[in-house]
């Protein structure tokens, strides 16, 4: 059965997409067989595997029962994906009905068995795509930036997951927290590492031993639809990258 990661961070531009991304290929280049769900409106994790989302079922059409999961996996020439698009982002109005928090369990269950892992990318915000992502994963991975309005940001995560524990998936962990776009020579990111990893022990996880640094190359990546990990083997934020997938299978993950 599939390991179900969820990526998650209501806080934009913390490199969530990015991670996503990185993970799912990770896993993918140590040979195991990764499905991506895009629960973003924004579609950017859609648009940097290559995935077509204009003329194709995407995962607002799985959640609203009108397809069928393996008919909604698109496989590109780089994994294989559920994609998004702008008309997700409609959903907190639209389904209003009793269990909807469980949409995206339901749909998973028929496809379990058939990867090893799934790897979910979240919108910013705390809505009902990020607790439906919440209610079916295994464990989550919270990217931050070493900057003081990231920290502020946690707690209130941690609240939401916290009641999703409670209510609808009590075998949900918070596996860590990453730090993206982490400068080391920098005062700064090392105090902020170091109240970071005080937050994280009262919430009862952990920063990962491994950091993201900063790097232009990874967004030309994403315009160019490449597998970053071929395109750029020798960026320091991709070898950062690669570095944390084989952390996350050290951990057991």
């Not at 059409?61 to 020439?77: F, N, R």
């Not at 920290?151 to 730090?179: D, F, H, S």
């Not at 315009?223 to 070898?239: H, I, L």
């Amino acid at each position: 059965m599939a390991k179900t990661i969820c990526v998650t961070n209501q806080k934009g531009g913390v490199a969530k997409t990015t991670t996503s991304n990185a993970i799912g290929l990770g896993f993918k280049k140590k040979g195991y067989k990764v499905l991506l769900i895009d629960l973003d409106p924004q579609g950017n994790l859609s648009f940097s595997v290559k995935a077509e989302v204009d003329e194709s079922a995407t995962i607002y059409d799985v959640l609203k029962g009108d397809v069928s999961v393996h008919d909604a996996i698109q496989k590109t020439e780089i994994i294989d994906i559920i994609p998004s698009n702008i008309i997700l982002s409609g959903v907190d109005l639209e389904f209003t009905h009793t269990g909807r928090e469980f949409l995206l369990k339901e749909a998973l269950s028929s496809v379990q068995n058939e990867y090893d892992y799934i790897v979910i990318d979240t919108p910013p915000s705390l809505n009902i795509l990020t607790i439906n992502a919440f209610a079916v994963a295994d464990c989550i991975i919270i990217p931050m930036l070493a900057d003081i309005f990231s920290l502020q940001g946690i707690t209130q995560l941690y609240e939401t997951i916290t009641r999703v524990k409670k209510y609808c998936n009590p075998a949900i962990k918070i596996e860590g927290i990453l730090l993206t776009r982490y400068n080391p020579r920098l005062i700064l990111s090392s105090e902020i590492r170091e109240t970071a990893e005080m937050i994280a022990q009262q919430l009862g996880t952990t920063i990962f031993d491994t950091y993201i640094r900063a790097s232009v190359s990874i967004q030309e990546v994403h315009t160019q639809q490449e597998d970053m990990y071929k395109y750029a083997s020798r960026n320091n934020a991709v070898k950062d990258y690669m570095n944390f997938v084989k952390e996350l299978i050290t951990r057991g993950i």
